[in-house]
């Protein structure tokens, strides 16, 4: 049998690239659906943060990703392989509708091919805390920039041009089974491996009228989901604007005359953890920070500070609902997080030391901090590590590999003297 095509019937490399390419989507479906029920299930808040859940999901979803960046690179290789290749002609060109159909078709599989894996590519790049793919390359792209908008839109896209693929795999296959079981031609004969000498079929030409049809169809489904994508993105955006910005409320202390409080005016309050070998990182939007301070003329006491975080209004990426479950945060029996500390200044700079307050425990924490005055105005910035398993935080993920025992803590305030 010939390597290149002929008119009447297929090479062995296009046979090759075929069947290849059918495998590969045939593993590719199931592990993205079973993963997905897995992540719908740690996602949930009653999760219970068994290990072995986790490491299914991140196994299914790393397969999920490895295979289809694998159907990407076929997919790309036999396009090439296509195009420079003799195209066998249809064996009942006089059927106009048919004929039409066929071809339109036989372009959203191309088109598919290579959306379907780049799009859902594009998503992982933009992510993070995502099961990792399994190739020596490709868990970031040139410039994609990790950012929710970008994997929100190509995740939507991804979801819609994944059922395009099905529609076109499904017309694909029962035109197939339409030409072997009715038509009795040799339409699916000639893909298999094998055959041999094939009819040939009635001299035509091809139009570029199904691959202008093809385009138009997917430019439809691209556009949906582009809308689907920044709808989701807008409503984040509008909801984060909404609450992202703290609301300190300043105590009873800080509403006299005493000149040693403080109010805050903005700043960020953000945790950062290891995920499956990538960085996530989240904020509370919600927390109220009471502080009194006087600069010392040397090390020693300057002050003390009362921070009440409310832990429903932590964003953590795509892990959000996990983070608030039983076996994490457990927001529905623990709703606040609490700091007490003492300021102090210290020979190169200032630290806060107190009791942090998560779910039932109390762990005494030390935040070393940088701090500018001018005047009645303040500028800090501080960041400390604390281990998650000292607060009860995901006892039933021991393995680091999956979940990282130190989450980083940083906080940026601005503040004027009341």
Same mark, same amino acid.
Request: a positive charge; zero cysteines; glycine letters at 6%.
């Given at each position: 049998?010939?390597?290149?095509? #002929?008119?009447s019937s297929y090479g062995s490399v296009a046979k090759t690239f075929h069947w290849l390419t059918a495998l590969l989507i045939l593993a590719a479906f199931p592990l993205g659906y079973f993963a997905n029920e897995l992540a719908h299930t740690i996602q949930s808040p009653g999760f219970d943060g068994a290990q072995e859940t986790i490491s299914r999901?991140?196994?299914?979803? #790393?397969? =999920?990703? @490895? $295979?289809?960046?694998?159907?990407?690179f076929v997919a790309l290789a036999r396009i090439l392989w296509a195009v420079t290749q003799e195209k066998p002609g249809l064996l009942h060109p006089d059927n106009k509708p048919e004929a039409l159909a066929a071809e339109i078709v036989h372009w959203m599989l191309y088109i598919s091919l290579l959306a379907v894996p780049l799009t859902g590519w594009i998503h992982h790049a933009a992510t993070t805390g995502f099961a990792p793919i399994l190739w020596p390359f490709g868990q970031s792209l040139p410039f994609v +920039? *990790?950012? %929710? #908008?970008?994997a929100s839109l190509f995740g939507a896209a991804h979801g819609i041009l994944v059922w395009t693929l099905l529609a076109a795999l499904a017309l694909h296959v029962a035109g197939a089974l *339409?030409? =072997? $079981?009715?038509?009795?031609d040799s339409t699916l004969r000639r893909m298999l491996?094998?055959?041999?000498?094939?009819?040939?079929?009635?001299?035509?030409? =091809?139009?570029a009228l199904p691959a202008l049809a093809a385009i138009v169809v997917f430019a439809v489904v691209l556009g949906t989901g582009a809308f689907l994508g920044l709808d989701d993105d807008? &409503?984040?955006?509008?909801?984060?604007?909404?609450?992202?910005?703290?609301?300190? @409320? +300043? #105590?009873? %202390? &800080? %509403?006299?005359?005493? &000149?040693s409080?403080?109010? $805050?005016e903005s700043g960020t309050l953000a945790i950062s953890v290891v995920q499956m070998g990538s960085s996530v990182t989240g904020q509370f939007a919600d927390w109220n920070a009471d502080i009194n301070f006087e600069e010392p003329a040397a090390p020693g006491p300057a002050g003390d500070v009362s921070v009440t975080i409310s832990i429903a209004s932590l964003t953590l990426g795509s892990v959000t609902d996990q983070a608030m479950g039983p076996d994490y945060f457990d927001q529905e029996t623990y709703p606040t997080a609490t700091f007490e500390g003492e300021i102090e200044k210290t020979a190169d700079g200032y630290q806060a030391v107190g009791p942090l307050t998560i779910r039932d425990q109390s762990v005494p924490i030390t935040l070393p901090f940088e701090l500018t005055l001018d005047?009645? *105005?303040?500028?800090m910035r501080g960041q400390t590590t604390v281990n998650r398993l000292d607060f009860n935080i995901g006892q039933g993920t021991q393995d680091e590999g999956t979940l990282a025992f130190a989450v980083e803590i940083s906080v940026e305030l601005e503040a004027t003297r009341n």
């Open positions: 049998m010939s390597r290149r095509n #002929s008119f999901a991140t196994l299914l979803f #790393s397969l =999920h990703k @490895t $295979v289809g960046v694998a159907v990407f +920039a *990790k950012s %929710e #908008s970008v *339409k030409h =072997h $079981v009715i038509d009795k491996p094998g055959s041999g000498d094939m009819p040939v079929p009635p001299a035509q030409s =091809h139009s807008q &409503t984040a955006t509008a909801t984060q604007a909404a609450t992202s910005a703290p609301q300190p @409320t +300043a #105590s009873a %202390e &800080t %509403e006299t005359a005493d &000149t409080g403080w109010r $805050v005047g009645a *105005k303040a500028s």
